[in-house]
């Protein structure tokens, strides 16, 4: 089969460079897991360099086009292809209560998508590598008191340590995307217990930010706060001034006034 043509709607841009597809599998430390799961594999640039390591390698892919070239291409993936959306895709029917890895050179118009399906599935993933537009991954990197910094930044850091690696130059792909790109690498806490109500803690980052230029006190008003825990000078802060630290003791507060989840 010939080379698989990149597709618009699945946001595809395909890496050419072998050196920076080897230094992305190179960013998995394989330390507490034996599986890894590859999303959106394409034509396997990445695939190939995991399939030398050992450990047993899925891919999850949409584009029945390139699931036909990777198994033809790379025996070695002989029933390790899942043809499916990877947003939708019950995992554990791979996986079960498994540990695994995740990597990819992830399509950009869902890589926030894949960011927040892989915290749902913290428990089982202890780390997380890969390739963004480069906003997106300094995103989910970036430290308080950014612009940058927001809803993604919060909620991966409060259960995964966040690095940015290194920046991609568009011209390493085809067709070349409009923007640079960022690898990014995650890795989940020793302790990634929340101290307080989890729904509530998504609640309250969510909502905080959804009105950014607001302080706390305007933000929050939904939350239906008593006029005693309001008058706390937290809330006289900007979401984007709090830490990860300080958004959970935000949120223990809110629960001690008597908020529910």
Request: net charge neutral; with cysteine.
């Amino acid at each position: 089969m010939e080379k698989v043509k990149a597709k618009k709607h699945l946001g595809q841009h395909f890496l050419k460079d072998e050196s920076i597809a080897k230094a992305i599998a190179d960013t998995l430390s394989l330390k507490g897991y034996d599986e890894v799961l590859e999303i959106g594999p394409g034509m396997g640039v990445l695939t190939k360099y995991l399939l030398d390591k050992p450990i047993n390698t899925h891919v999850i892919e949409i584009d029945t086009e390139s699931v036909t070239y990777l198994g033809e291409n790379y025996p070695k993936l002989k029933d390790q292809i899942i043809s499916q959306d990877f947003l939708k895709y019950n995992i554990n029917e791979v996986y079960k209560d498994k540990q695994f890895a995740i990597i990819g050179n992830f399509p950009y118009n869902i890589s926030t998508q894949i960011v927040f399906r892989t915290l749902e599935f913290r428990d089982q993933i202890p780390e997380f590598s890969g390739m963004f537009q480069k906003e997106v991954a300094e995103r989910i990197c970036e430290k308080k008191g950014s612009k940058a910094y927001g809803i993604l930044s919060v909620l991966a850091q409060a259960f995964y340590i966040t690095e940015y690696l290194f920046t991609v130059d568009e011209n390493v792909f085809i067709p070349p995307p409009k923007v640079k790109s960022g690898v990014m690498k995650m890795t989940r806490k020793e302790d990634y217990s929340l101290p307080c109500g989890e729904k509530l803690f998504f609640t309250v980052v969510k909502t905080a930010f959804q009105q950014r230029r607001k302080t706390l006190r305007n933000s929050l008003k939904t939350l239906n706060l008593t006029d005693d825990l309001r008058l706390d000078t937290i809330f006289d802060k900007r979401p984007e001034q709090l830490s990860v630290e300080e958004f959970i003791e935000l949120t223990q507060k809110i629960e001690a006034d008597g908020v529910q989840s």
